[in-house]
């Protein structure tokens, strides 16, 4: 059964860099939409960026100045860098593929 | 960018009802909604793409359907498992966005 998986740091301090990424396990991986995508309990869902299958990306402005957002086909990996952290990027990140599929999500907190 | 409310916000209902959420963007989006269904601790669940096409897998109770700026959520027949909270998205324009969300519980 396909599994999306994801890892990373969830305590990081103020001005660092967040690093997620995602892996899919027992599935496909080339060929789909894949975004990432935060949740916190102030501001809802908010969109962060995707890559399309063409290998184009695009972010959200709100944001633009400070992610990266890579693939890496070879490893069936998805990755997201955020910079320059303040205590607003805590929230649960998702990676979501084919505009369907959810990652579990991991609690990222920026905190002093 | 795209803003999107729904409403209600909240609701209370009970096994059986039929319940219908809304969803209104700011402008037009033709048809690219999506509806989602979380459940509180967990990643939450496509159900419905393209405003009205349902997902695999999901029950036929839930209907999708609208276009332009207006768009609904209907199911026919609350099950136990439905209790949870529903989002819109919006896909027609970048960057993408959700509503903020309808809890539906009992």
């Known amino acids: 059964q396909e599994q999306l998986q994801q890892w990373g740091a969830g305590l990081l301090k103020p001005s660092e860099t967040l690093s997620l990424t995602c892996g899919v396990f027992n599935g496909s991986f080339s060929g789909y939409y894949w975004s990432w995508i935060r949740q916190t309990p102030g501001k809802g869902l908010e969109w962060i960026g995707e890559?399309?299958?063409?290998?184009?990306?695009s972010y959200n402005p709100s944001l633009k100045s400070r992610v990266t957002i890579s693939i890496d086909t070879s490893k069936k990996q998805f990755s997201l860098k955020l910079i320059s952290l303040t205590a607003a990027d805590t929230a649960v990140y998702f990676c979501?593929?084919?505009?369907?599929?959810w990652g579990p999500g991991t609690l990222v907190t920026v905190s002093s | 960018d795209t803003q999107m409310t729904q409403s209600p916000s909240s609701l209370s209902a009970s096994v059986g009802d039929r319940v219908t959420i809304t969803c209104r963007a700011s402008q037009d989006i033709k048809i690219y909604l999506a509806w989602f269904q979380q459940k509180p601790g967990k990643a939450p669940k496509s159900l419905i793409y393209?405003?009205?096409n349902l997902q695999s897998g999901v029950p036929s109770r839930f209907r999708g359907s609208g276009s332009g700026t207006d768009f609904t959520l209907t199911i026919s027949s609350l099950h136990p498992e439905d209790f949870a909270t529903y989002y819109c998205?919006?896909?027609?324009?970048?960057?993408?966005?959700f509503g903020p969300g309808t809890k539906v519980d009992i």
């Open positions: 998205q919006q896909y027609n324009t970048f960057p993408f966005t």
């Open positions: 890559i399309n299958p063409a290998g184009s990306i």
């Open positions: 393209a405003a009205s």
């Open positions: 979501v593929k084919a505009r369907t599929y």
